[in-house]
């Protein structure tokens, strides 16, 4: 695989994701949303979240079994197969590979991919050719994580969930919110995007540093 042709359909994904926002964003009144208006960006989250984990773990599973970058060339394969990776990123522990060899075929078993804390240990324990690359890659946008913890706090509605966007707050220009995903539209000072663009922005930075 092509670990390059694989950014650059991640990178229009994403640019598809931003259009459909900025269009969302044009027909929004009023710093609350209605609940139709609610109900569409948790959907739209939904996809930009799952967007980003697939990316992250077709990378990894690409270097692990073999790809091709254009500044690193051929990368080989340092596993077999896609079930021996999805054990060892199922089984490591704090970046560990497991003690014994195995397969697993239960994709629910495996980490969340777009945890970019679980995602450098899971990086770790595989250790491909390429891993310097996904380590600092990926490890230049822990902001990311932001978005798995808004998608969280939609998904499971709590006090809890919500004081964890709460605690985002500080960094950006932020209104009162009655829902999670309000906080997607928070005002990020450095970009002048709104928080989700702002992290979408770096998302395209990973994708670009990791496939080189």
């Known amino acids: 695989m092509e670990l390059d042709r694989l950014q650059r359909r991640f990178e229009c994904s994403l640019d598809r994701a931003d259009s459909q926002l900025t269009l969302f ?5 009023g710093p609350s949303l209605q609940n139709v208006e609610v109900q569409l960006l948790e959907g739209w989250l939904s996809e930009v979240w799952q967007t980003w984990g697939r990316f992250c773990r077709t990378t990894v599973f690409a270097s692990c079994t073999g790809c091709s970058t254009v500044a690193s060339g051929v990368i080989a394969g340092v596993h077999t197969g896609p079930d021996v990776i999805s054990y060892i990123a199922a089984k490591q522990r704090g970046g560990r590979p497991p003690a014994g060899s195995g397969s697993n075929s239960l994709l629910r078993l495996e980490p969340t991919w777009g945890h970019v804390n679980k995602l ?3 990086i770790q324990a595989l250790a ?3 891993a310097a690359s996904l380590l600092s890659g990926f490890g230049t946008v822990p902001q990311v994580d932001e978005v798995r913890v808004i ?3 939609a998904a499971h509605r709590n006090v809890q969930t919500y004081k964890e966007v709460l ?3 500080p960094a950006y220009r ?3 919110i009655r829902h999670p995903v309000e906080a997607l539209l928070w005002d990020d000072p ?3 995007r709104t928080l989700i663009q702002a992290r979408m922005d770096d998302m395209r930075v990973a994708s670009r540093n990791v496939c080189v």
């Open 120 to 122: 450098l240990e899971v």
């Open 128 to 130: 491909p050719g390429n």
């Open 25 to 29: 964003l044009s027909e929004t009144h």
């Open 174 to 176: 932020a209104t009162g």
């Open 151 to 153: 998608r969280n706090a």
């Open 167 to 169: 605690a985002i707050s």
């Open 190 to 192: 450095t970009t002048g």
